[in-house]
T-cell receptor
Framework: DAGITQSPRYKITETGRQVTLMCHQT?????MFWYRQDLGHGLRLIYY???????DKGEVPDGYVVSRSKTENFPLTLESATRSQTSVYFC?????????????FGQGTRLTVV | GIQVEQSPPDLILQEGANSTLRCNFS?????LQWFHQNPWGQLINLFY???GTKQNGRLSATTVATERYSLLYISSSQTTDSGVYFC??????????FGSGTKLNVKP
């Protein structure tokens, strides 16, 4: 299917476990982003990537690791999950360029850390 | 980074009423987008509007980049318009910064 997809949609994990959230886009967009959404905070940027093998921190990167070996994939790993990382995670993508075109979001992954 | 502020935080309307949502940003931005988050949590693109005015059916948006604000107008509101409306500003051509959203409840 064309577009941007996240998996899994729902995940429950235990404190201290490693968990990876997947994001895949079929548009060959250069930029990809990971956000978390918490009540009272809106969406906050965790990491972003301008191209394959180029990543940078956002507002709340602590406790997360990203990689981007292929343009279409941008996995987000929680190395040792904590309860404070219970959240809804959104992946997004957009093309590059000075025209600054719009971003498109995946459907989200609801992560619960118990 | 930049600060993005939305107002009002909550809004209750009777079906058929009109409303204006506001988004202020603290610095010059490259892009401004409006999203609607539906009750299932999905983020729906409404407008990509770095400047000027756009209209799509009952919705329209205006961005005045020189004064650092954007407005989203909803006319003849319907219950299906309920949800949270976010604005997001693209800064330095790479990072999007989101406001905290306006939660809209349209009552029948």
């Amino acid at each position: 299917d064309a577009g941007i997809t996240q998996s899994p949609r729902y995940k429950i994990t235990e404190t201290g476990r490693q968990v990876t959230l997947m994001c895949h886009q079929t548009w060959s967009h250069s930029y990809m982003f990971w956000y978390r959404q918490d009540l009272g905070h809106g969406l906050r940027l965790i990491y972003y990537s301008a191209a394959a093998d180029i990543t940078d921190k956002g507002e709340v990167p602590d406790g997360y690791v990203v990689s981007r070996s292929k343009t279409e994939n941008f996995p987000l790993t929680l190395e040792s999950a904590t309860r404070s990382q219970t959240s809804v995670y959104f992946c997004a993508s957009r093309v590059s360029g000075q025209g600054a075109p719009e971003a498109f979001f995946g459907q989200g992954t609801r992560l619960t850390v118990v | 980074g930049i600060q993005v502020e939305q107002s009002p935080p909550d809004l209750i309307l009777q079906e058929g009423a009109n409303s204006t949502l506001r988004c202020n940003f603290s610095d010059s931005v490259n892009n401004l987008q409006w999203f609607h988050q539906n009750p299932w949590g999905q983020l729906i693109n409404l407008f990509y509007i770095p400047s000027g005015t756009k209209q799509n059916g009952r919705l329209s948006a205006t961005t005045v980049a020189t004064e650092r604000y954007s407005l989203l107008y909803i006319s003849s509101s319907q219950t299906t318009d309920s949800g949270v409306y976010f604005c997001a500003a693209l800064y330095n051509f790479n990072k999007f910064y989101f406001g905290s959203g306006t939660k809209l409840n349209v009552k029948p």
